[in-house]
């Protein structure tokens, strides 16, 4: 394996057993809450604004037609590929395996790339975003120690 994989697959396994043990690399201190009241609560955080996600984020929204146009261009080029290599192996009467070798790379190179931008045009926080009742203000779901963080009651809390 290449060094860069197996750094990555490290990395991975890391974070994996970081998040499962909830160890952390700050110190946190988590936010009391009447345990009667615990099961009926809530942790919200504030959305950041200026992060640098949300406005790569922000960017990638607002060319939503052109991408869209890029992407469509790039499927109808796959199927026009892949129909090519079709009638070439029908021509020939005979399978060739060679004849799929660049539509198949264009296949993987488009899926990741569709992969990449929906992934970069959501922010990390677009999955957790949630409303709260009787606040104008964006709110994530997050956790007791997290800073910034908010007891609300479950209630009021609505996705």
Known sequence: ???TMIFTIVMMIIIILMTAFDVHLGANVPLDVAPDKMAHTLFVCPVEQGGIWAIFSTMLKRATKPITIGFSFAILMLMFSWGWALYQNLLKDKFSRDV???PWAFTKM???ALVAVLLAAATPTYFRTVKVEGSNEKWVL????SPRAVAVPAEKVHP
Not at 142 to 145: D, G, I, K, R, S
């Open 1 to 3: 394996m290449k060094p």
């Open 100 to 102: 799929y070798k660049n």
């Open 110 to 112: 488009t899926f990741w």
């Open 142 to 145: 997050c956790e007791n120690n």
